[in-house]
């Protein structure tokens, strides 16, 4: 069965430190994509980025990276120079396939990530 | 495009009452999905259509719970009888076709509480 284990409940740093969240799943499939969701207060679902399984490549946009390790079957998601506004729930997903008409998303429990002045 | 909306935002009821919470997903997306998100249980999937076929309900918790597609464009969860255990926030998402590679869209969710 797949699932997506997302250790750390809660993180609390100051503004302007680097943290990464950790996020580790299961999966018998050989393709799969794997997401990141921020929840900010207001409580909507905001895509942050996808991956798929046959792309290891690390990614970085602005201060977020991401860095995909089939190996250790992670998914870690760094916030460089962290911002208040980064404070948020963080969730990461792993896509599953479901009677081969499609794939919904199975989601970790998030961290909540609080970035104070 | 107006994203994914789902309405009301907020619905508070009396236990044992209906409720019919509703979704009208982005247009061309032909995969929708329902998710119900609690502090215990996190974001937990309900239900899953696909071009108006239910899927996968296997998440739905009982048959208090049903959801329809009646079109491409308009989704309902209705829960009847409600109870205080189904206080939580109910969320509408859709996909494109080829969904994978482009992520899904949530909706701003509904928060139902069940006095």
């Known amino acids: 069965a797949q699932k997506v284990t997302q250790a750390q409940t809660e993180i609390s740093v100051v503004e302007k430190e680097d943290v990464t969240l950790d996020c580790v799943y299961e999966?018998?499939?050989?393709?799969?994509?794997l997401f990141w969701y921020k929840q900010p207060p207001s409580g909507e679902l905001v895509f942050l980025i996808r991956?798929?399984?046959?792309?290891?490549q690390n990614e970085i946009s602005g201060r977020y990276s991401w860095n995909f390790q089939k190996s250790t079957s992670s998914f870690n998601f760094t916030i460089t120079a962290s911002q208040v506004v980064d404070s948020a729930v963080y969730f990461c997903?792993?896509?599953?396939?479901?009677?081969?008409?499609?794939?919904?998303?199975?989601f970790g429990k998030g961290t909540t990530l609080s970035v104070s002045s | 495009d107006a994203g994914v909306i789902q309405s009301p935002r907020h619905e508070v009821t009396e236990m044992g009452q209906e409720v019919t919470l509703r979704c009208k997903p982005i247009?061309?997306?032909?995969?929708l999905f329902w998710y119900r998100q609690t502090m215990m249980r996190g974001l937990e999937l309900l239900i899953y259509?696909?071009?108006?076929?239910?899927?996968?309900d296997s998440g739905m918790p009982e048959d208090r719970f049903s959801a329809k597609m009646p079109n491409a464009s308009f989704s309902t969860l209705k829960i009847q009888p409600s109870e205080p255990r189904d206080s939580a926030v109910y969320f509408c998402?859709?996909?494109?076709?080829?969904?994978?590679?482009?992520?899904?869209?949530f909706g701003s969710g509904t928060r139902l509480t069940v006095v």
């Open positions: 998402a859709s996909s494109p076709p080829g969904q994978v590679n482009y992520g899904y869209t």
């Open positions: 999966t018998r499939d050989t393709t799969y994509y």
């Open positions: 991956r798929n399984s046959f792309d290891e």
């Open positions: 997903a792993l896509s599953e396939a479901i009677r081969k008409a499609g794939t919904a998303l199975i």
């Open positions: 247009s061309g997306h032909n995969s």
């Open positions: 259509f696909n071009n108006n076929v239910p899927i996968d």
